[in-house]
């Protein structure tokens, strides 16, 4: 049973620049949510996804943006990316948004330079 | 504005004590509480959940909620070397996101 997958593992990206982050959620699970975790620091929530829509999101600026795909994968859109979007990013999914166990991906490294 | 404090550690025990790690919450409306464990440079893998006042257990953990006090902690026996990580407190009500601490380090020493 495969869990939550994202890709890319690690990338660096230029101030400025647009990224992409893929999620895909582990078998059975509808609901994505993505959170950043700068270091030291407990994640924090940006949004989720449910039935292809945005149902929450956390307190993030526009520059952040998301999908759902029909099959319940994900991505997660950074635009204008500042030095401060350097992160670990985390996608977790769960069955429906109820808010119970949630699990998470291995994350994607993100470093602006 | 809801928040999760825990003490950011680190919390140093000596192998085979028990470890005790303390997270207080402001919303009392939250109902579902959870213990996550990261590894340096990982994500963080669940440990445990805790719904009902009281004490919960699981192998070598167990998680102690009292909503009163808005308190949650998560006990661990014989603590191991490999027990070493940073380990999250999370709190949500249904249909909201979870909201974390910033984590306590713990340092398991042989």
């Known amino acids: 049973d495969a869990g939550v997958t994202q890709s890319p593992t690690h990338l660096i990206k230029t101030r400025g620049q647009q990224v992409t982050l893929r999620c895909s959620p582990k078998s059975g699970h509808d609901t994505v949510s993505w959170y950043q975790q700068a270091l030291g620091q407990g994640p924090q929530f940006i949004f989720q996804?449910?039935?292809?829509?945005?149902?929450q999101r956390g307190n993030f600026p526009d520059r952040f943006s998301g999908h759902q795909f029909p099959n319940y994968s994900s991505e997660l859109n950074v635009n204008a990316l500042l030095l401060g979007d350097s992160a670990l990013y985390l996608c977790?999914?769960?069955?429906?948004?109820?808010?119970?166990?949630?699990?998470f991906g291995e994350g994607s490294w993100l470093t602006v330079v | 504005q809801k928040e999760v404090e825990q003490n950011s550690g680190p919390l140093s025990v000596p192998e085979g004590a028990i470890a005790s790690l303390n997270c207080t919450y402001s919303?009392?409306?939250?109902?579902?509480f959870f213990w996550y464990r990261q590894y340096s440079g990982k994500s963080p893998e669940l440990i445990m959940f805790?719904?009902?006042?009281g004490d919960k257990e699981d192998g070598r953990f167990t998680a102690q909620l009292n909503k009163a006090s808005q308190y949650v902690s998560l006990l661990i026996r014989d603590s191991q070397p490999s027990d070493s990580a940073t380990y999250l407190c999370a709190v949500t009500n249904p249909g909201t996101a979870l909201i974390f601490g910033k984590g306590t380090t713990l340092s398991v020493s042989s």
């Open positions: 805790i719904y009902s006042n």
């Open positions: 919303d009392r409306g939250s109902q579902s």
């Open positions: 977790a999914s769960s069955p429906g948004t109820a808010g119970n166990t949630i699990y």
């Open positions: 996804y449910y039935e292809e829509e945005e149902r």
